[in-house]
């Protein structure tokens, strides 16, 4: 694949995104790893602009950023500082470039990440309860997440190094996707239909999740329910039968 079809690719898979119906309006941002040489100055992803539409996005628009850390950020407290966008070839990277990167950079068997304000899961984001405990294995596939659980990131201002370091700490132990409180959700995979696909049932999750919570609150399925499906997703990912 060269660099002219990875963009149009994301093109491909940010307008997916609306389409499908788990984002809206210019919201949300997708990015794809892409290395432009083996050298550490070459690792990098390619991420969507901020503030175009998607159904007006050209390859050109698309934003390279690379994958070494910002010296800026790191002795600094993250709360204060400004927004150091990242340009290139005339456009600005979404806001959100640092958790994309973050999260690229700490995973690498993940090469793709989608993030979207879709509704139920950006509701049930702002409730308490949810921010606490994450959305519980009421269903076996919130193991598709990589977790038995999916949780929920602190809050933090959006753009800021502090939410990317919430969205880690919500993602430690193998989760390729979380909440984001009052915000929306984040997901991930080896590759961009996966990381869609993800965003996509992390959705309908939540929209169930939050019809059971309407119904009195769901029965949980216990642990060894919950590892016998994790094993039969991780055997059906290597190619075994299941
Ligand atoms: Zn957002």
């Not at 990277?93 to 993030?115: G, K, N, Q, T």
């Not at 919130?142 to 977790?147: E, K, P, Q, V």
């Not at 080896?190 to 992390?202: G, K, N, T, W």
Request: one cysteine or more.
């Amino acid at each position: 694949m060269t660099e002219f079809q990875a963009r149009q690719q994301l093109i491909d898979h940010a307008r997916a995104m609306n389409a499908l119906g788990i984002n809206h309006g210019k919201a949300g941002n997708v990015s794809l790893r892409w290395d432009r040489s083996k050298t550490p100055e070459g690792a990098g992803l390619l991420i969507t602009p901020s503030a175009l539409a998607y159904d007006r996005l050209q390859p050109r628009d698309i934003v390279w950023v690379s994958m070494r850390p910002d010296p800026d950020l790191v002795a600094t407290d993250s709360e204060t500082l400004p927004d150091t966008p990242v340009f290139d070839g005339g456009r600005r990277a979404s806001s959100e470039w640092r958790m994309h990167r973050d999260l690229l950079r700490a995973r690498p068997e993940l090469s793709a990440v989608v993030h979207t304000h879709s509704r139920h899961a950006a509701a049930l984001s702002c409730l308490a309860k949810v921010q606490r405990e994450g959305i519980p294995p009421f269903h076996y596939m919130i193991a598709l997440s990589g977790a038995s659980r999916i949780a929920c990131a602190a809050y933090a201002r959006f753009g800021t190094q502090a939410l990317s370091e919430a969205m880690l700490d919500a993602l430690a132990g193998g989760a390729m996707a979380c909440l984001l409180a009052h915000h929306g959700l984040i997901a991930a995979g080896p590759d961009l239909p996966s990381a869609l696909a993800l965003a996509e049932e992390v959705e309908a999750l939540a929209a169930m999740y939050a019809i059971t919570l309407t119904l009195g609150g769901p029965a949980i399925l216990e642990n060894p329910a919950m590892d016998a499906v994790e094993q039969a997703f991780a055997a059906y990912r290597s190619g075994q039968a299941l």
